[in-house]
């Protein structure tokens, strides 16, 4: 199997603040890697390097293949690689049609009526689609992160980051979007999530990852991390989840 | 919440408080020693009549002032703060281009920079540039009010957050697109207020092209009160600069309120 995305000795630090020490990590095609570990383990910080949003101290950053590490043209990377940010981050002064719409138009040259098109498919795949011609401000939590999702999609992206997606919703708009999430793993989406929903992850992800401490402490498939963790480190975690019954 | 009586008990007060206010302030002016004095001379409704229509026409200039000063500013003024706002350093030296322009031309009266430029850049002798003094009044005029809208611009950029960058840059757009299509116009929005608060000042600043000799309105009250040694004529210009000025304050007013409301209102950013 082609590996959809690769990350070589991944390092990253803010000032005198290491969140990246080494971070290894290899995403198949159509495969879904869950992220988890205690906030500020680099979970984010990864996904934004992925991204190019954050530029990496050292380390290889390989999409399909093709490095892309310190690429010249970064919006032909991001282009190519969606993301979900927890904060929905929509664009308050446009329309849900609009946010929808300005990539595609802006950066694939899409004319109006495809993009439009595109996104209009896309909102009533969705349930999005008498939402389309309101502000985002109207719209529920749960609602803005779908379209943020859409968002990403339209630009038909070969591999999409969820960076704790559900964090910033109340509890009964959660399952919503974990829905959208779900039937995007279903069609083969090759995806990165950070999440703190573990039972999500365990239903949905081929293998999950533990993070502490800026590194990729352990790895493995779902059914083995949460029933039979071998890390001292990661039982820890996940006791301490079980104990605040998140699992 | 206020009740229907308490609302009308405060209006009453208001009132009240406000008619005792000003028949003290009126008895005191009208009872001064000088106060006949004064009435004929800024006060005299013979010369208000007569004056009005010739400073009234002289305030169109400055209307016309206004508004070609106030399309450039908003235009220079935008590309100065967008020039502060470039990141990294590559783009310090304009950064610190922009920086000394606002200091520069925020720290002198503006007087003075229409003074030097009305008076100094006819007196080159330059085939090419413009004599006329309202050209160089209104250039003055840009370049001071540029510094300040600037500032306010820089204000409304600052206050997105840079979440909206990250999405817009995470979606493929550029840097310049990011600016055009996502910060510029949320920045702009916020800035309404501010940015119409200064063009109240810069109405009000458009009498000192008149220092330089363009008849506008105030240059015109002064001609006339040298004629007839009577002070009523700048009267006649200060009721058009009010007039002038009040639906802008009142229009900045309804918008901060309303603004005021909508963030009131729970708007999620």
Sequence with gaps: MRNALAVERLTKSFGKHTVLEGVDLAVGEHEVVALIGASGSGKSTLLRCINLLEPVDSGRIFLAGEEITAARDVNRVRKRIGIVFQSFNLFPHMTVLRNVTLAPRDVLGLSRAEAEARATELLK????????????????????QRVAIVRALAMEPELMLFDEVTSALDPELVGEVLQVIRELAQRGMTMVLATHEMSFARDIANRVCFLDGGRIVEEGPPEQMFSTPREPRTQQFLERIVAAKRL | MRSGGNGRRSVAIALASTVVFFVAAGVAITHAPGWPEVR???????????TFPEVARAFLLNIKIFCIAEVFILAFALFLAVLRSLPGPVFFPLRAL??????????MPTILVIAM???GAPALGLSYIPKSVTFWGIVSLVLIYSAYVSEVYRAGIDSIHPSQEAA?????LSRGQTLRRVILPQAVRRVIPPLLNDFIGLQKDTALVGTLGAIEAFQQSQIDTNATFNFTAYLSAAVLFVAATIP???FTDWLVARDRRRRQAGGVA
């Design chain 2, 117 to 119: 430029l009305g008076f």
């Design chain 2, 248 to 250: 802008l304050a009142r």
């Design chain 1, 125 to 144: 795949r969705f349930g999005l689609a008498e939402k389309r011609l309101d502000y985002p401000d109207r719209l529920s939590g749960g609602q803005q």
């Design chain 2, 40 to 50: 004929s001379q800024f006060f005299d409704w013979h010369e208000f009549k007569a």
């Design chain 2, 168 to 172: 817009a840059r995470s979606l493929g």
């Design chain 2, 98 to 107: 922009a920086i000394v322009y606002a200091d520069l031309f925020r720290g």
